[in-house]
Nanobody
Framework: QLQASGGGLVQAGGSLRLSCAAS????????TGWFRQAPGEEREFVAA????????YYADSVKGRFTISRDNAKTTVYLQMNSLKPEDTAVYYC?????????????????????WGQGTQVTVSS
């Protein structure tokens, strides 16, 4: 089970940190991703991290502004979002899976995640 939190209302240029807390001792064997969905839009990939934390992947739209990290001891994955823009406004979802995944095409594909948390709303005002 995944629980996302940390969303809120922030002005453009501000920062937020999202958390995705997982239950279960095997979380350290799961890769984890963040996706977002704006009203009327399809769900899109934001960032992902391998089970070990050694590999991270980012959408071009957030590269250099967002940082994904994980603390397996706390079974939590974080998304630090800096320099937020109004176009970052969306519901953010965390997801996890443990199948074999080795490249951006895999990590960024929402169909390759079986476990999803509820969303957390991020609103960036201009």
């Amino acid at each position: 089970q995944l629980q996302a939190s940390g969303g809120g209302l922030v002005q453009a240029g501000g920062s937020l940190r999202l958390s995705c807390a997982a239950s279960g001792r095997t979380f350290s064997t799961y890769y984890t991703g963040w996706f977002r969905q704006a009203p009327g839009e399809e769900r899109e990939f934001v960032a992902a991290i391998s089970w070990s934390g050694d590999s991270t992947y980012y959408a071009d739209s957030v590269k250099g502004r967002f940082t994904i990290s994980r603390d397996n001891a706390k079974t939590t994955v974080y998304l630090q979002m800096n320099s937020l823009k109004p176009e970052d406004t969306a519901v953010y979802y965390c997801a996890a899976d443990r199948r074999y995944c080795a490249d951006y095409g895999c990590y960024s594909n929402p169909h390759l995640y079986d476990y999803w948390g509820q969303g957390t709303q991020v609103t960036v005002s201009s």
